[in-house]
């Protein structure tokens, strides 16, 4: 039904526009209110505002999509709420917007809506978290991090960093405070963890949800520190949470860094986005941080660049990121044969980093 009152609607705008402008598919639209003439528009639909990663992601799809380089950006945060998105989505077809681009906040349950986004004909772009949808289809490309293989390379420095203290898989007794439960980041992060405590005998004490929060970090970690009395790792699915973990471990009158024998509760964590974070990476308070790379915001434009040209993009596009330690005693981990250098986190380091 849309499709055809869209096809009636294009013929007649084209008749009478005489087809001059960019494609047919922005002539035939209702124009929402501050779009400029000429400009794209893409509607964005942000999952909240829980993280110093979340920030600088939104940040940067700011500094993008600006009005000077030629774009009307509708920006809507979910509020860490499923419904709310898609009630975004919903509106960007109301306002028959150029792009939607969506960074999910969990996998699952977006089918009905990409559905009615494909109806639409409105290209969607799956920014950071990807969606678990019946049909490929259902979206035009995602562009973000493996989860998957950031949460092994954590494990892999974390086997390896507790090897050369001698330290054996039973002896290493892991809490894991995860990201918000059914994103892909957790998802990725948590398996990656669970594989190597089957596969060395790690004693994986409880996983709890930290939402990716430093409030709820602090409360998870107190909570498991008097649940279980003999952790010496702390698995934090991002830095946030890590945060929030140190702090527990403060007032619980224990001590966070590197050296296991020595009592010492070991922290890993994820993102490198957060400055105290990274900081406390570079004194050895946080032994690990995988890095995750949130400045998404040139890649969904050069991926619209391409479906402008009348290309198509890849359908998947991962970023390429490293991790921090600033220990010395790794130096690279290797992964399903391949092999991930170690960055040797300095002062100079993180001066030169772009985010
Ligand atoms: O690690 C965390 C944020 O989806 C990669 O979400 C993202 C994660 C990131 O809240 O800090």
């Known amino acids: 039904m849309k499709k055809n009152y869209k096809f009636l609607a294009m013929i007649l705008a084209l008749a009478l526009a005489g087809g001059c402008g960019k494609t047919d598919k922005?002539?035939?639209?209702?124009?929402?209110?501050?779009?400029?003439?000429?400009?794209?528009?893409?509607?964005?639909?942000?999952?909240g505002a829980e993280s110093d990663w979340r920030n600088a992601n939104t940040e940067s799809m700011r500094e993008t999509f600006t009005a000077a380089a030629?774009?009307?950006?509708?920006?809507?945060?979910?509020?860490?709420?499923?419904?709310?998105?898609?009630?975004?989505?919903?509106?960007?077809?109301?306002?028959?917007?150029d792009y939607i681009v969506l960074a999910p906040v969990t996998q699952d349950g977006w089918d009905s809506v990409l559905m009615e986004a494909r109806d639409a004909d409105i290209p969607v772009i799956i920014v950071d978290r990807m969606v678990d949808v019946s049909v490929p289809d259902l979206f035009t490309c995602w562009v973000g991090s493996d989860f998957y293989l950031e949460g092994q390379k954590a494990c892999e420095w974390l086997y390896r960093h507790a090897a050369t203290q001698g330290v054996r898989g039973h002896d290493l007794h892991i809490v894991d405070i995860q990201g918000t439960l059914g994103s892909s980041a957790q998802i990725g992060r948590t398996r990656g963890l669970e594989e190597y405590c089957k596969r060395y005998g790690w004693d994986l004490r409880g996983e709890t949800s930290g939402d990716f929060t430093q409030a709820k970090g602090r409360e998870v970690m107190a909570q498991m520190l008097v649940t279980y009395n003999n952790v010496n790792v702390v698995y934090c699915e991002n830095d946030n949470e890590a945060l929030g973990a140190l702090e527990a471990i403060e007032a619980a009158g224990k001590h966070a860094g590197g050296d296991l024998q020595a009592g010492d509760i070991l922290v890993v964590s994820f993102d490198g986005v957060n400055e105290t974070a990274i900081q406390y990476c570079l004194d050895g308070t946080i032994g690990c941080i995988v890095e995750c790379n949130p400045l998404h915001g040139p890649r969904v434009k050069s991926i619209i660049d391409t479906l402008e040209a009348g290309q198509m993009p890849d359908k998947l596009e991962y970023v390429s990121e490293t991790l921090y330690s600033s220990f010395g005693s790794v130096d690279s981990v290797s992964i399903g044969g391949e092999s991930y250098p170690v960055t040797i986190l300095t002062q100079e380091v993180i001066d030169n980093r772009q985010y």
Request: glycine share 8%; proline share 2%.
């Open 70 to 97: 030629g774009y009307n950006l509708v920006f809507e945060d979910g509020q860490q709420k499923q419904s709310k998105q898609i009630t975004a989505i919903r509106s960007f077809i109301q306002q028959n917007v």
């Open 26 to 47: 922005t002539e035939t639209k209702a124009e929402p209110a501050a779009e400029t003439a000429g400009s794209v528009t893409v509607g964005f639909s942000q999952l």
